[in-house]
Every structure is written in C-alpha cells, then in structure tokens.
C-alpha cells in the first residue's frame, strides 16, 4: 500500500479491534471450546471490484498469526455474486472475532473500488481522469484513497500537507485571485517547498487574473457548467504563458510534451448522468467527492466450512 506503512495499518487494527472485542468476545469465549478448529471463506454476494484484501491479510495476521489463509482472489479483481476470495483455517474462536472488523474495511474498500472503477468507464476515451477528494472518512483516509486507485481511478492530494489548493475562502481572505496565487508562490520559495499550486475559480474574471499572474500548475472550474467549462477551457488553452494548444484533438499523454501545460479540472455539482459531458469539454480532471463519501458497500459474507 502506498500511503500507510505497515506499522500506521498495525496500529489502526489495534483500535478496531479494542472497539469491537473490549474485554473480550463473550459470545464466543462461552459457546465455543478454546481448542476447536474449522474454516471459514469469503464469497461475494455482489459485482464488483474487490479491495482490502492486503488489509485483511494484516488484521488475520494481527489477531492470530496461527491462523492459514488460502489465498484465491487479489485486489483489484472484477468480482460476481458466489466468488469465493479466500479461506483461512484455525481456531474458531480467532475466525469468529476477525471475522467483523475484517468484513467491515474489506466492504468499505471494495465500494469505494467498485464506485471508482464506474466513475471511471463513464469517462473512457476523453483523456479525462477522475480524482477523489478530502471528503473521507477520519481516520480511515489512507485506505479509501488505496481503495480509489485499486477501482482504476486516481487520488488528488492526500491532504493539506502535499499540494496548494487554494480554494473560494483562500481567495476571499488573500484579497483575490492574484494575490493569493502570489503569495502562495512566495511561501513556497521562502520554505523551500517544492509543492504544485492550484486554483479555484468561480468566474471568467478569475480565470483572467490567475493566467495573468502565472505559477499556477492547475486551475479548477467550481460549479460551471458544461458550456461554461468548454468556453473555461478553450480560453485557457488559448492563454496560457506557453501559447495555444488544440486540445480538441488530444492523444493519451501528448500534454506531458508542452512546457508549461496548465491542468484543469472541472468539480462541483457533478453527477454520474452529466461527468462525461463535463469530460467532454477537454478537461484533464473531474473531481468526485462521492467515491469516498457516498458509495455502496460491496455485500460480501465470512461464512463456516463445514
């Protein structure tokens, strides 16, 4: 995983776990003899994209390294209803109390997978890729961003430590569009901070003012619409520093040999039913809060062997 490390995940696990078991899980302790082994096995009940199994590895490993894990399925695997994704063996105890913090993360990753990877085939062939947002859940961020790229789509920043976004209330308390782009560019020479800026913009005059101060590598269109965004686009790619480019007829990755190429993305208000023609209109990005905030848990079960 890309954003955790194994200690951060082991740590994260440790508090599920406290959460859900407490002093411990007296249903089971009462019910089943300590030295009583069986199996249990994952199966889908739903299509989808299926995400958390690295994580799940962890939490098995976590509660009890005795137990065996017969590995069937990976992350990122296209998934149907009766698919099994693995078995593990041991005490029936351990599998009994892994057994819902375990489904739990893998749910929540595979709908995030599974959303992802539809928001993205909604945009195959314009060039456009889809992003997520800071709109996760605390702290849980970390794996639904990994949920996000195992789906097929992208992460935008992780959050405010790794990009300058200067939104609507940044511009408002700066002074305007200019001077916070200024002084954004500012502090990252006084800081040494070599950190990608972009820009929200509201109107055709604040498009105007960030091309005319420059240093942006990014602007984002808040909120326009789809005819608002295609006239947005044509007027940057005709006003950017480096001159005019003919976007309309794009090539994968044909963008990452123009100096000086803006980014732009389109966010706000966009659904499923308006994203491709939003994608249509050349830009880079769409930005999509609902993949982290409004998917749909893949249904999926962690059922005996008997």
Same mark, same amino acid.
């Given at each position: ?17 406290? &959460?859900?078991?407490?002093?411990? !899980? ?7 003899? *300590? ?28 509660? !009890? %390294? ?71 859940? %605390?702290?849980?961020?970390?794996? &639904?961003? &990994? *949920? ?64 005319? &101060?420059?240093?942006? !590598? ?7 619409? %789809? ?21 309309? !007829? ?8 123009? %100096? ?47």
């Amino acid at each position: 995983m890309e954003y955790i490390s194994k200690e951060d995940l082991r740590a994260l696990i440790a508090q599920w776990f406290q &959460e859900d078991i407490g002093d411990g !899980d007296h249903t089971s302790l009462s019910s089943i003899p *300590a030295e009583a082994e069986g199996c249990q096995q994952l199966i889908i009940k739903d299509e989808g994209v299926l995400a958390g199994v690295e994580v799940a590895a962890e939490v098995i490993d976590f509660f !009890d %390294p005795t137990l065996r894990v017969e590995w069937l399925l990976k992350d990122g695997t296209h998934v149907k209803k009766g698919d099994i994704a693995f078995r593990v063996y041991g005490k029936v105890r351990s599998l009994l109390q892994v057994e819902r913090t375990m489904l739990n993360i893998m749910q929540r990753m595979s709908g995030i997978a599974t959303m992802a990877a539809y928001y993205q085939s909604l945009v195959a062939g314009t060039g456009c890729t889809i992003l997520d947002t800071r709109k996760t859940t %605390p702290g849980l961020r970390m794996l &639904e961003k &990994e *949920a996000v790229r195992i789906g097929g789509a992208h992460n935008h920043r992780i959050g405010l430590f790794d990009m300058i976004l200067l939104k609507d209330n940044h511009v408002d308390f700066a002074g305007g569009t200019a001077a916070a782009i200024r002084r954004a560019k500012e502090y990252c020479k006084e800081k040494g901070k070599d950190l990608k800026i972009e820009i929200e913009v509201r109107n055709q005059q604040e498009v105007e003012a960030a091309l005319a &101060e420059g240093g942006v !590598d990014r602007i984002m269109l808040d909120n326009y619409t %789809p005819a608002a965004t295609r006239e947005a686009v044509r007027y940057i790619r005709e006003h950017s520093p480096k001159g005019h480019v003919d976007w309309s !007829d794009k090539v994968p990755n044909w963008k990452k040999a123009v %100096p000086g190429y803006i980014e732009i993305e389109s966010s706000g208000g966009i659904t499923e039913k308006t994203l491709r023609d939003y994608a249509n209109c050349g830009v880079d990005f769409i930005s999509v809060g609902a993949l982290t905030h409004s998917f749909k848990c893949l249904d999926m079960s962690f059922k005996a062997v008997k």
